[in-house]
Nanobody, 127 residues
Framework: LQLVESGGALVQPGGSLNLSCVAS????????VGWFRQAPGKEREEVSCISMRGVNTRYEESVKGRFTISRDNAKSTVFLQMNSLKVEDTGVYYCGVYADHHGIDRLCPGADGMNRWGQGTQVTVSS
């Protein structure tokens, strides 16, 4: 049972990246999925979250209008499209899952409440 992130890279300010999170060994159908960022010396913080059926989404204030989260449950994959990247977007990006036992399209409960994590993918925004 694992989550595998990919798509991180070194990119110039103003550039774009599309991160992917793929689940293997289990289905993402019953999980809210979040993208979290951890910068050096800082705590892991939520960037965006999407509910199990994609009905609800949430974005951290600084990424609103620039990032878009989406999911393809048939492929057990969640994406984070990141546009107009800024230096402060730099960090390791992790995807995490939260089991929505009641099937009510809940959003992520925060980093401490997530059930499982991937290994992370590095995003560096620098000129």
């Amino acid at each position: 049972l694992q989550l595998v992130e990919s798509g991180g890279a070194l990119v110039q300010p103003g550039g774009s990246l599309n991160l992917s999170c793929v689940a293997s060994g289990f289905t993402l159908h019953y999980y809210a999925v979040g993208w979290f960022r951890q910068a050096p010396g800082k705590e892991r913080e939520e960037v965006s979250c999407i509910s199990m059926r994609g009905v609800n989404t949430r974005y951290e204030e600084s990424v609103k209008g620039r990032f878009t989260i989406s999911r393809d449950n048939a492929k057990s994959t969640v994406f984070l499209q990141m546009n107009s990247l800024k230096v402060e977007d730099t960090g390791v990006y992790y995807c995490g899952v939260y089991a929505d036992h009641h099937g009510i399209d809940r959003l992520c409960p925060g980093a401490d409440g997530m059930n499982r994590w991937g290994q992370g993918t590095q995003v560096t925004v620098s000129s």
